[in-house]
């Protein structure tokens, strides 16, 4: 498979459960999965009438009955519900809502006979992002084997639920990926956040200043359904260029200089490993915002 190949090719009859479907990747996936041909199961936490699904359903992840009904005659799983936010709830409530339902439906789906499900993780689950200690990553590009270190109950859940994923597969059989999103956004959404870290660009290190554009967010869950392999995978995703205008190397020069790197960076290239995603999925971004290259202001540094 490669780049090239859309996704909704075999997608078309395909049952697909969508959960947290309401949500600002749901819904756009819903949207693509539909246009597809899939007849999609629209999952969420409140009313949405405008979801265009098959069957849209209001209902728990967390609740065995909600996810029992909403998996009936399902093929696959594309799973994005979640408190997607470390300060969103309470962290008992961020970290136990995400496990839980991550637990709820791929345990029912695995036992089920489900073969393929795809999970919305985070950049965040390998724990620095939003780590409150002074640490930057172990080494750039950032890529699966990246060494964690977690202080906050939202990574801790998003990492638990990357080894649920394993634990469904080896139990079950149910092939499953993990993407680890980054910042997700419409492009209006994005270019505003280009300009947050293009005036300050130490908020952005952690996480290589890395997007992604919601419509691709959901072509990869969408590839993820289609792409022939086996086995759970956790896979950085990411469009290629970060979002502000300077170097790269510039940027890791400035605010990463005692930290490994393990390649040259060329030009505004983001420095997270995406091979992998390319090699499972066949992914490569599509919609990426136009930012002019410059170079990184004296006072930034």
């Given at each position: 498979?490669?780049?090239?190949i859309?996704a909704g090719?075999?997608l078309a009859?395909t049952?697909?459960?969508?959960?947290g479907?309401?949500?600002?990747?749901?819904?756009?996936t819903?949207?693509l999965?539909?246009?597809?041909?899939?007849?999609?199961?629209?999952?969420?936490?409140?009313?949405?009438?405008?979801?265009?699904?098959?069957?849209?359903?209001?209902g728990d992840?967390?609740?065995?009955?909600?996810?029992?009904?909403?998996?009936?005659?399902v093929e696959?799983?594309?799973?994005l519900a979640?408190?997607?936010?470390?300060?969103i709830?309470t962290?008992?409530?961020?970290?136990?809502?995400?496990?839980?339902?991550?637990?709820?439906?791929?345990?029912?789906?695995g036992?089920?006979?489900?073969?393929?499900?795809?999970v919305?993780?985070s950049?965040n689950a390998y724990?620095?992002?939003m780590?409150?200690?002074?640490?930057?990553p172990a080494?750039?590009?950032?890529?699966?084997?990246i060494p964690?270190?977690?202080?906050d109950w939202?990574?801790?859940s998003?990492?638990?639920?990357?080894?649920?994923?394993?634990?469904?597969?080896r139990?079950?059989?149910?092939?499953?990926?993990?993407?680890?999103?980054?910042?997700?956004?419409?492009?209006d959404?994005?270019?505003q956040?280009?300009e947050r870290l293009t005036?300050?660009?130490?908020v952005?290190?952690?996480?290589?200043w890395?997007y992604?554009d919601?419509?691709?967010a959901?072509?990869?869950?969408?590839?993820?359904i289609?792409?022939?392999?086996?086995?759970?995978h956790?896979?950085?995703?990411?469009?290629?260029?970060?979002?502000?205008?300077?170097?790269?190397?510039?940027?890791?020069?400035?605010?990463?200089?005692?930290?490994?790197?393990?390649?040259a960076?060329?030009?505004?290239?983001?420095p997270?490993d995406?091979?992998?995603?390319r090699?499972?999925?066949?992914?490569?971004?599509?919609?990426e915002?136009?930012?002019a290259?410059?170079?990184?202001p004296?006072?930034?540094?």
């Open positions: 498979m490669s780049g090239g859309g090719e075999g009859g049952r697909v459960l969508v959960t479907a309401s949500g600002r990747i749901g819904r756009v819903t949207a999965l539909n246009d597809c041909g899939a007849r999609v199961t629209a999952l969420s936490a409140n009313e949405e009438p405008a979801l265009e699904a098959e069957r849209v359903l209001v992840t967390r609740s065995e009955a909600d996810v029992a009904d909403a998996l009936q005659e696959a799983v594309v799973h979640a408190l997607a936010h470390r300060d709830d962290p008992y409530n961020v970290y136990t809502t995400n496990v839980v339902s991550t637990f709820n439906v791929l345990a029912q789906a036992a089920a006979g489900i073969r393929r499900a795809v919305a993780s950049i724990g620095v992002p780590n409150h200690h002074e640490v930057t080494y750039y590009p950032l890529d699966s084997d964690v270190d977690i202080d939202y990574s801790l998003k990492y638990n639920d990357e080894q649920t994923a394993r634990m469904a597969w139990h079950w059989g149910i092939d499953v990926v993990s993407l680890r999103f980054p910042y997700v956004n419409d492009a959404a994005i270019r956040h280009s005036a300050d660009p130490a952005g290190v952690r996480e290589g890395s992604l919601s419509r691709d959901a072509r990869a869950l969408a590839l993820g289609t792409a022939e392999f086996t086995g759970a956790r896979l950085f995703i990411a469009a290629d260029s970060t979002c502000v205008p300077y170097p790269t190397a510039d940027l890791l020069n400035a605010f990463a200089a005692d930290t490994p790197k393990t390649k960076f060329i030009g505004r290239e983001v997270i995406l091979s992998a995603v090699a499972l999925l066949g992914f490569r971004a599509e919609h915002i136009e930012v290259e410059m170079p990184l004296p006072h930034l540094a």
